[in-house]
């Protein structure tokens, strides 16, 4: 039976600290939790009743095993998470100053495994027989993830739904202005572009919201989904259709997930046919409940916890 959700890209063991205001040299005490953006995702549709898979690797030692472990805990099938020797499994540090500054440290090197993803290794019938494939920017960051992510992208198609995270991190690219011309070939392949402002504009050049999503959709996506912050999302299809919604009010505990959250209600919604308001309501409101929380893979809400969340209007 084909996947409604595989996605392929980061992963790692955040180590959040259990002292909040408090900068990484004083705290004392950390919460070990699977983490990565595209392991995140799948884990939230998973929270939803979606089946789910992550394509990924790690490294070949404890840390590894533990994200194995968690995987299965969560209900995400980990058959294509596979070690590589002499590369340790990444840990990311945060620090947790409530409520809009959350400074994170990756420990990527000398390599993160996950750029270690190897085009002849993927399984490209699983991978087109998806309902939805998940890729991200992160993993056109190197090769040879560069090169896989790029080939299952062109395998698939754009058969079902296809989704692009722009998912931009800086640091993760020797030459961050050599980006966009992955980014564009990238957006060529899918059919839902997802991001911010500063990451649309990285593969747009526009940052603008409605100009950055009429953007996408000239790149060849179906649908763009623009995330504006504090003024909330924008969702316009090629069809015409838009929605533009404002966050629900929460208080941030730690913001770090909420659009992992985002995004595995958002391929939720998608899958069940909701129309553009609804996915984005629905979609907010998973956000803003990991916000609320201090963890993101084990704070992945259920079904009723969103529910109650957009018929409140806020998160209590």
Known sequence: MAYDLITMGRIGVDLYPLQTGVPLPQVTSFGKFLGGSATNVAVAAARLGRRTAVITR???????????????????????????????????????????????????????????????????????????????????????????TIAALAHRAKSGTTVFDLDWRPMFWNDPDAARPFYEEALRHTTVAVGNLDEVEVATGVREPHAAARALLDAGVELAVVKQGPKGVLAVNREGASAEVPPLPVNVLNGLGAGDAFG????????????LEKTMRHANAAGAIVASRLECSSAMPA??????????????
């Open 264 to 275: 595995g209600s958002l391929v939720h919604g998608l899958l069940a046919g909701w129309d």
């Open 58 to 148: 790690t490294g070949d030692d404890p840390f590894g095993t533990y994200l194995h472990e968690a995987l299965k805990d969560f209900g995400v099938d980990d058959r294509w998470v596979t070690p590589v020797p002499g590369l340790p499994t990444p840990v990311t540090f945060c620090e947790v100053f409530p409520p809009d500054d959350f400074p994170l440290y990756f420990y990527r090197l000398p390599k993160a495994p996950d750029l270690e993803i190897d085009a002849h290794e993927l399984d490209l019938d699983a991978i087109r027989d998806a309902r939805v494939f998940w890729v991200t920017g992160t993993g056109l960051s190197e090769e040879p993830s560069r090169t896989a």
């Open 303 to 316: 079904p009723g916890e969103i529910e109650a969340a957009v018929t409140a209007g806020a998160v209590k």
